[in-house]
């Protein structure tokens, strides 16, 4: 679907920002690429950051209408697509992929796992026809990331878990995920991975100089010319905010248009150099910038490959968000989604996803586990967040069609886009 045909109807900021995630975002190489760029074809994406709003299309709201005759217990299979790269893989064969084969072993259902999710805005694309015309996608389970299975939620396109089949996951979610505002008491979904907003920089470049706030990079005059901060809005401005005192799950449009200037000051005086996709690593791993606001996925590659690159997590606290298993509407195999949704929160089996991805569960106890399994890396903070850190991770909140128009209309002016 072409991009123009995925943005008919929205305001013209919305599809700026849409653009610039698609063409310099994290859409465009994002931290699974990193990771593994060796495994990827060329092209692949990932996480989509940019929010966009609730599509002019009508949902069905929560009803029993976007609900089909559930054929579990006749066709033991579930269909699950998801991300590149984004499930544990063996080594000596990609096709293999351990717990989803023990799932099947556990439970006697086949999972056919398709990695089609190379973004959230190509991949609504794809579905966007079936589930407006009210019909089956093929797909029982999706990973989208939290802006975009919010809008799934709005429109009707999700459908309620039932409670009794995912009980593991009701009582293993840890606290900091169980309430988003966007599905409160997480009715709709669970969390797959949970990914942050850090700063980060060479520690080289600064002649050792510790880099430790957004005040800094704004302000600090031995690293002016050599700041880059993101061109995804939320997560700029979302770290913004909190150096402000303020909560980006709070904020109002008095604080945002106060985190534009604070940022606008800093590139009229060239103090930030310039706002990026994930083409900050390489700058940050060679020199030539000295600090930035940074993708904690993406730190994991860099710092393998040059010890001079160090990250740092706020005192102020740091933006995350999540990447989420929804069941959408008309799923023929809900039944059998629900139990894999269960199956994975178990901590054993969280804590071997996350031994292959990297990233951040949201299952309690899967800590330990992953101690015994991977001692490197349940030691590395950016993938088991130690308690000091997980205190200060905040969320940027859900914004309405009208917010979202405005305020990518005056950050699209802020970074020149």
């Given at each position: 679907m072409a991009f123009n045909e995925l943005t008919d109807g929205l305001s013209e900021p919305v599809r700026k920002a849409w653009e610039r995630s698609l063409t310099s975002g994290r859409a465009a190489l994002g931290r699974r690429t990193l990771l593994r760029a060796a495994a990827l074809t060329a092209g692949a994406g990932t996480l989509a950051a940019c929010g966009i709003p609730a599509a002019k299309t009508a949902g069905t709201g929560d009803s029993t209408a976007n609900a089909a005759k559930d054929l579990s217990d006749s066709e033991k299979e579930v269909n699950f697509s998801n991300w590149p790269l984004y499930v544990d893989t063996d080594e000596k064969d990609a096709e293999k992929h351990g717990t989803l084969e023990a799932f099947t072993e556990a439970t006697g259902i086949k999972v056919r796992y398709t990695e089609d999710v190379n973004d959230n805005v190509e991949f609504f694309g794809k579905v966007k026809p079936q589930l407006a015309a009210g019909q089956d996608t093929g797909r029982d389970l999706m990973v989208l990331t939290?802006?975009?299975?919010?809008?799934?939620?709005?429109?009707?396109?999700?459908?309620?878990?039932?409670?009794?089949?995912?009980?593991?996951?009701?009582?293993?979610?840890?606290?900091?995920?169980?309430?988003?505002?966007w599905d409160p008491g997480r009715l709709y979904t669970y969390p797959w991975a949970g990914i942050q907003v850090v700063i980060a920089y060479n520690r080289k470049a600064t002649k050792g100089k510790e880099v430790t706030s957004v005040s800094q990079l704004l302000d600090d005059p031995d690293l002016k010319g050599r700041v880059t901060f993101l061109s995804e809005m939320r997560d700029s401005i979302g770290i913004t905010l909190l150096d402000m005192g303020k909560d980006p799950a709070k904020f109002t449009a008095d604080d945002y248009d106060a985190a534009i200037a604070r940022l606008q000051k800093a590139v009229d005086n060239k103090q930030i150099r310039r706002f990026t996709g994930n083409d900050y690593g390489q700058e940050l791993s060679s020199g030539d910038i000295a600090a930035c606001v940074a993708w904690g996925g993406d730190l994991i590659q860099l710092r393998a490959d040059n010890p001079d690159i160090e990250f740092v997590i706020p005192e102020k606290g740091f933006v995350t968000s999540t990447d989420n298993l929804l069941v959408p509407a008309?799923?023929?195999?809900?039944?059998?989604?629900?139990?894999?949704?269960?199956?994975?929160?178990?901590?054993?089996?969280?804590?071997?996803?996350?031994?292959?991805i990297g990233f951040v569960s949201a299952v309690t106890g899967m800590a330990e586990e992953l101690?015994?399994?991977?001692?490197?890396?349940?030691?590395?903070?950016?993938?088991?967040?130690?308690?000091?850190?997980?205190?200060?991770?905040?969320?940027?909140?859900?914004?309405?069609?009208?917010?979202?128009?405005?305020?990518?209309?005056?950050?699209?002016?802020?970074?020149?886009?």
């Amino acid at each position: 679907m072409a991009f123009n045909e995925l943005t008919d109807g929205l305001s013209e900021p919305v599809r700026k920002a849409w653009e610039r995630s698609l063409t310099s975002g994290r859409a465009a190489l994002g931290r699974r690429t990193l990771l593994r760029a060796a495994a990827l074809t060329a092209g692949a994406g990932t996480l989509a950051a940019c929010g966009i709003p609730a599509a002019k299309t009508a949902g069905t709201g929560d009803s029993t209408a976007n609900a089909a005759k559930d054929l579990s217990d006749s066709e033991k299979e579930v269909n699950f697509s998801n991300w590149p790269l984004y499930v544990d893989t063996d080594e000596k064969d990609a096709e293999k992929h351990g717990t989803l084969e023990a799932f099947t072993e556990a439970t006697g259902i086949k999972v056919r796992y398709t990695e089609d999710v190379n973004d959230n805005v190509e991949f609504f694309g794809k579905v966007k026809p079936q589930l407006a015309a009210g019909q089956d996608t093929g797909r029982d389970l999706m990973v989208l990331t939290d802006w975009m299975a919010a809008r799934m939620i709005r429109l009707g396109w999700a459908q309620k878990l039932n409670p009794a089949n995912v009980t593991t996951a009701i009582t293993t979610i840890d606290s900091r995920f169980r309430a988003p505002d966007w599905d409160p008491g997480r009715l709709y979904t669970y969390p797959w991975a949970g990914i942050q907003v850090v700063i980060a920089y060479n520690r080289k470049a600064t002649k050792g100089k510790e880099v430790t706030s957004v005040s800094q990079l704004l302000d600090d005059p031995d690293l002016k010319g050599r700041v880059t901060f993101l061109s995804e809005m939320r997560d700029s401005i979302g770290i913004t905010l909190l150096d402000m005192g303020k909560d980006p799950a709070k904020f109002t449009a008095d604080d945002y248009d106060a985190a534009i200037a604070r940022l606008q000051k800093a590139v009229d005086n060239k103090q930030i150099r310039r706002f990026t996709g994930n083409d900050y690593g390489q700058e940050l791993s060679s020199g030539d910038i000295a600090a930035c606001v940074a993708w904690g996925g993406d730190l994991i590659q860099l710092r393998a490959d040059n010890p001079d690159i160090e990250f740092v997590i706020p005192e102020k606290g740091f933006v995350t968000s999540t990447d989420n298993l929804l069941v959408p509407a008309k799923a023929q195999h809900k039944a059998n989604a629900e139990k894999l949704i269960d199956f994975y929160y178990q901590p054993k089996i969280a804590a071997q996803l996350v031994a292959g991805i990297g990233f951040v569960s949201a299952v309690t106890g899967m800590a330990e586990e992953l101690t015994a399994l991977d001692p490197d890396t349940a030691a590395n903070p950016l993938v088991v967040p130690t308690p000091a850190m997980a205190s200060k991770a905040h969320v940027f909140r859900t914004l309405n069609e009208t917010e979202e128009s405005a305020f990518e209309e005056k950050f699209s002016k802020l970074i020149g886009a």
